[in-house]
Protein backbone atom coordinates (compact mmCIF):
# COMPACT_ATOMS: atom_id res chain seq x y z
CA UNK A 1 0.00 0.00 0.00
CA UNK A 2 1.20 3.92 -0.27
CA UNK A 3 3.55 5.18 1.93
CA UNK A 4 2.96 8.31 4.54
CA UNK A 5 4.76 11.81 3.42
CA UNK A 6 6.50 11.26 6.90
CA UNK A 7 8.33 7.64 5.11
CA UNK A 8 8.81 9.10 1.45
CA UNK A 9 10.53 12.35 2.97
CA UNK A 10 12.91 9.94 5.23
CA UNK A 11 12.95 7.45 2.72
CA UNK A 12 14.34 10.00 0.44
CA UNK A 13 16.09 11.64 2.59
CA UNK A 14 14.52 14.58 2.30
CA UNK A 15 14.19 15.45 6.00
CA UNK A 16 14.94 18.49 7.18
CA UNK A 17 17.47 19.03 10.06
CA UNK A 18 15.99 20.87 13.02
CA UNK A 19 18.36 19.09 15.69
CA UNK A 20 19.84 22.02 17.88
CA UNK A 21 22.65 19.89 18.44
CA UNK A 22 23.05 18.99 15.03
CA UNK A 23 23.11 22.26 13.26
CA UNK A 24 25.72 23.83 15.82
CA UNK A 25 28.36 21.19 15.22
CA UNK A 26 28.06 22.50 11.28
CA UNK A 27 27.98 26.43 12.41
CA UNK A 28 31.05 25.43 14.43
CA UNK A 29 32.65 23.60 11.64
CA UNK A 30 31.69 26.45 9.47
CA UNK A 31 33.04 28.87 11.39
CA UNK A 32 36.22 27.53 12.18
CA UNK A 33 36.82 27.12 8.54
CA UNK A 34 36.33 30.60 7.67
CA UNK A 35 37.54 33.28 9.70
CA UNK A 36 37.66 35.96 7.22
CA UNK A 37 33.87 35.84 6.76
CA UNK A 38 33.53 35.81 10.69
CA UNK A 39 36.16 39.04 10.98
CA UNK A 40 34.19 40.66 8.09
CA UNK A 41 31.18 39.94 9.74
CA UNK A 42 32.47 41.27 13.22
CA UNK A 43 33.42 44.62 11.02
CA UNK A 44 30.17 45.25 10.10
CA UNK A 45 30.01 43.28 6.78
CA UNK A 46 26.19 42.27 6.69
CA UNK A 47 27.29 39.97 3.60
CA UNK A 48 29.37 37.79 5.65
CA UNK A 49 26.91 36.48 7.40
CA UNK A 50 25.05 35.13 4.07
CA UNK A 51 28.69 33.85 3.08
CA UNK A 52 28.20 32.00 6.36
CA UNK A 53 24.72 30.48 6.09
CA UNK A 54 25.31 29.77 2.34
CA UNK A 55 28.46 27.50 3.56
CA UNK A 56 26.33 25.40 6.37
CA UNK A 57 23.50 24.83 4.34
CA UNK A 58 25.82 23.63 1.56
CA UNK A 59 27.75 21.24 4.81
CA UNK A 60 23.79 20.28 5.69
CA UNK A 61 23.10 19.52 2.09
CA UNK A 62 20.56 22.38 1.92
CA UNK A 63 18.41 20.38 4.67
CA UNK A 64 19.23 22.46 7.87
CA UNK A 65 16.35 24.81 8.96
CA UNK A 66 17.66 28.08 7.91
CA UNK A 67 16.12 30.31 10.43
CA UNK A 68 17.79 28.04 13.16
CA UNK A 69 20.83 28.45 10.88
CA UNK A 70 20.44 31.93 11.06
CA UNK A 71 19.54 32.35 15.12
CA UNK A 72 22.38 30.17 16.24
CA UNK A 73 25.10 31.42 13.71
CA UNK A 74 24.26 35.31 14.98
CA UNK A 75 24.10 33.79 18.60
CA UNK A 76 27.80 32.31 17.98
CA UNK A 77 28.71 35.64 16.45
CA UNK A 78 27.85 38.05 19.04
Known amino acids: QGKSADEIIEA????QITDTGAIEALVDEVLAANPGNVAEFKAGKEKA???????????????ANPQQVNDLLKKKLS
Not at 12 to 15: A, E, I, M, P, S
Not at 50 to 61: D, P
Request: aromatic share 0%.
Open 49 to 63: LNALVGQIMKAAKGK
Open 12 to 15: QGLK
